[in-house]
């Protein structure tokens, strides 16, 4: 059975800041998400990646795949306040669903 | 492109009752899932569509929910007999393997039994 898990579940961090999150996952898959999600609302979908080594950055966020490692990383840069939400990692287990991590929920301080 | 949307956005029941919830899909999109959200967790999977066909369903999906997708555009998930334990928020999400398959998520319900 697919299990999806971040580290940190809880991070506070300063304005400008950076710092990388990270999505480990149990068993072999094609494709890894990251989803951003605000208080009260529904998932926004960030990045999709596909492939060993795929790299994709939006803005002051930057995620990465390693398949072999089965591990995705989130890179923030210089934080800003507008970056405060609940991040998750979603990964494709083989049958078109999506198992989630607990999401990480980060706040950043002016 | 709207997006996805769901109906109601807020229910509140009483144990016991039933409760339907309806999902409209982006136009384009033949897949179409439904997840559960409880607090301070990440969605889990109940089930899902390619079409109308109903191609795989969760454990988590006990008999008392039942999911429909009749014409292959919008679906609908009815939980009888709700129990306090079915609060939480269900999200629809859509997706087409033609462009890229990323899954969309809509607003979500938020179920209240008490």
């Known amino acids: 059975e697919l299990k999806v898990e971040q580290n940190p579940l809880f991070l506070s961090m300063q304005e400008g800041k950076n710092y990388t999150i990270y999505c480990n996952y149990s068993?072999?898959?094609?494709?890894l998400y990251w989803y951003r999600q605000d208080p009260g609302k529904s998932l926004e979908s960030l990045f999709v990646l596909l492939s060993n080594g795929a790299v994709k950055q939006e803005g002051r966020l930057m995620a990465s795949l390693d398949t072999k490692a089965r591990l995705s990383t989130l890179h923030i840069t210089a934080a800003v306040h507008d970056l405060s939400a609940t991040y998750f990692c979603a990964v494709e287990d083989g049958s078109e669903k999506l198992v989630f991590g607990k999401g990480m929920k980060l706040t950043v301080n002016p | 492109d709207t997006g996805v949307s769901q109906d109601p956005r807020h229910k509140i029941t009483k144990r016991g009752q039933n409760v339907t919830f309806r999902c409209d899909p982006i136009?384009?999109?033949?897949?179409l899932y439904w997840y559960r959200q409880t607090l301070g967790q990440g969605p889990e999977f109940l089930t899902y569509?390619?079409?109308?066909?109903?191609?795989?369903k969760s454990r988590l999906l006990s008999d008392r929910f039942s999911a429909e997708r009749p014409k292959g555009s919008f679906s609908t998930l009815e939980i009888q007999r709700t129990e306090q334990g079915d609060s939480a928020m269900y999200l629809c999400a859509s997706s087409s393997p033609y462009l890229g398959d990323t899954q969309y998520f809509g607003p979500g319900t938020r179920l209240t039994v008490l």
């Open positions: 569509f390619q079409n109308e066909a109903q191609l795989e």
């Open positions: 068993t072999t898959s094609d494709r």
């Open positions: 136009s384009e999109h033949n897949r």
